[in-house]
């Protein structure tokens, strides 16, 4: 079974860091693009950070200079250092992934693309 599984969240005083963790596992060939996710209570969900399988990355604006995105390929693992975290950064975060993954289909297997996302972490960011 194909899943993504992320680790690292908690609590942290406004000013502190975090870092968070996502591996997928499975019957997997490669990750394409990767992607952290967040959700505040009472709020859309909504993109923090993305990463390409060649390394070329974005983020959103609240987030630029303080968070970084990186990863690596060899363990299908993306990861998201928060640095300088705000209150405001509270939320469940959520890891999202494009999965090349291995079916089997009528004595062969095959190679398909499929979008997963993590059961999400909790980051709390007290004043």
């Known amino acids: 079974q194909v899943q993504l599984v992320e680790s690292g969240g908690g609590l942290v005083q406004a000013g502190g860091s975090l870092r968070l963790s996502c591996a997928a596992s499975g019957s997997i060939f490669s990750a394409n693009a990767m992607a952290w996710y967040r959700q505040a209570p009472g709020k859309q969900r909504e993109l923090v950070a993305a990463i390409t399988s060649g390394g070329s990355s974005n983020y959103d604006d609240s987030v630029k200079d303080r968070f970084t995105i990186s990863r690596d390929n060899a363990k299908n693992t993306v990861y998201l250092q928060m640095n300088s975290l705000k209150p405001e950064d509270t939320g469940v975060y959520y890891c999202?992934?494009?999965?090349?993954?291995?079916?089997?289909?009528?004595?062969?297997?095959?190679?398909?693309?499929?979008?997963?996302w993590g059961q999400g972490t909790q980051v709390t960011v007290s004043s």
């Open positions: 999202n992934a494009d999965l090349m993954i291995r079916t089997y289909y009528g004595g062969t297997y095959y190679s398909r693309e499929m979008n997963y």
